[in-house]
Each structure stands twice: as structure tokens, then as C-alpha cells.
């Protein structure tokens, strides 16, 4: 099993940033990629982005590309997330996510660990 911890959420103005940290502790040896996703009231859960463990290879998705970077310690057992130049869209519940899937994967489902969440709210 893998223990996911997310912090770092919170409210800040149009245009701010926030910096979002996930450790993981446990059965870390079994993963391959660690992600974030987000979900927004009555929307669905959404990828943001993820970063390969070992090799620290990122993918981002296109509504976040070039205001958000995903990296990793050295260990690669805490995640961070650092977004710049929020906007009111990008409030929502913040999730942490680990895979065992040997492959760079966007899909939510892929993903076997999830943490409890933090709320990152921008207001206008």
C-alpha cells in the first residue's frame, strides 16, 4: 500500500500562485508515476498533470501548460506542484495520485493510490 499527503491548498486572487506538495510514504518502490488531477463542483475529475518517478519526465494538460510545474524530490517520494498565474478556473479540489502502470498515463482510473484532497479556490 501507498500513503498519499497533500498540502499546500488555499485561497489566493486572480493571478497569484500557490505551490502544492504530496508525499507519499510506504510501498513507494511500486510506483511509476505520480500525478495531480483536479474536480471542480459538478464537474469531472480532471488531469492537470504527472511526472515519472525515476526518470522525471512531465506531461501537463493543455489548460495548465506553461503556468503549472510538476517536479519531484530526489528520492522522488514527494511531488510538488507549483501554479502561477492562476485564474478562477483553476479552483477546485486538488488531488495527489500514484500509478503502478509502467507508462505515462492521463487516465484517472490508471491510478491504484489517491490522496484526501486540498482545496485551491481563486477568487476574481
Known amino acids: 500500500q501507498v500513503q498519499l499527503v497533500e498540502s499546500g491548498g488555499g485561497l489566493v486572487q486572480a493571478g497569484g500562485s500557490l505551490r502544492l506538495s504530496c508525499a507519499a510514504s510506504?510501498?513507494?518502490?511500486?510506483?511509476?508515476?505520480m500525478g495531480w488531477f483536479r474536480q471542480a463542483p459538478g464537474k469531472e475529475r480532471e488531469f492537470v498533470a504527472t511526472?515519472?518517478?525515476?526518470?522525471?519526465?512531465?506531461y501537463y494538460a493543455d489548460s495548465v501548460k506553461g503556468r503549472y510545474t510538476i517536479s519531484r524530490d530526489n528520492a522522488g517520494n514527494t511531488v510538488y506542484l507549483q501554479m502561477n498565474s492562476l485564474k478562477p478556473e483553476d479552483t477546485a479540489l486538488y488531488y495527489c495520485?500514484?500509478?503502478?502502470?509502467?507508462?505515462?498515463?492521463?487516465?484517472?482510473?490508471?491510478?491504484?493510490?489517491w490522496g484526501q484532497g486540498t482545496q485551491v479556490t481563486v477568487s476574481s
Open positions: 511526472i515519472r518517478r525515476t526518470s522525471g519526465r512531465t
Open positions: 495520485a500514484a500509478s503502478r502502470v509502467i507508462s505515462t498515463t492521463i487516465t484517472p482510473d490508471d491510478y491504484d493510490y
Open positions: 510506504g510501498r513507494t518502490f511500486t510506483i511509476y508515476t
